[in-house]
């Protein structure tokens, strides 16, 4: 089995691994670096649980060849938090319900985040526009909507 070396950059820190060619990031991610939060669920780039950043735009790395990857930077899960400490858009996730199994919560945040570091002050379609590639069974989508709009105006008010 051929293999080959990549320099991955995730969530600040480099890596030195070894792929097969046709790796998938999602693969490499959870199985190479040991990062679970992102999810694994259609495998055909659909849910959106697996969304992480590359230079801060949300890709869903099922689908994502994890050589593309190479010189960007990529943003997981794991690396939204400060110390342990949540993010605004973390917190306003637990605190207005808009998590319940919390197997999709990681791709929403990560696709939500995308989407605020780009329009800092979303309306509610916006938002759900968004997020229309990712899928959620249990929480419903008015609650999501609500932590991303409360979580835009805390942006506003303090610095990340």
């Not at 990549?6 to 991610?29: K, S, W, Y």
């Not at 968004?130 to 989508?141: E, I, P």
């Amino acid at each position: 089995m051929t293999l080959i070396p990549l320099e991955l950059r995730v969530n600040g820190a480099v890596h030195q691994i070894q792929v097969t060619p046709g790796a998938f990031l999602l693969d490499v991610l959870r199985d190479d670096l040991g990062l679970q939060g992102t999810k694994e669920a259609c495998a055909e780039g659909e849910c959106g649980a697996c969304t992480v950043l590359i230079d801060g735009r949300a890709v869903t790395s099922c689908i994502y060849f994890a050589a593309q990857a190479q010189g960007h930077e990529i943003t997981t899960i794991e690396g939204l938090s400060d110390d342990g400490l949540l993010q605004p858009l973390q917190q306003a996730f637990a605190d207005l319900g808009a998590v319940q199994c919390g197997f999709c919560t990681p791709g929403l945040v990560m696709a939500a985040t995308g989407l605020l570091d780009q329009s800092p002050n979303p309306s509610a379609a916006e938002v759900r526009e968004g997020l229309a590639g990712n899928l959620c069974r249990c929480t419903g989508y008015g609650n999501i909507v609500w932590a991303v709009l409360d979580a835009a105006m805390q942006r506003g008010r303090e610095p990340l």
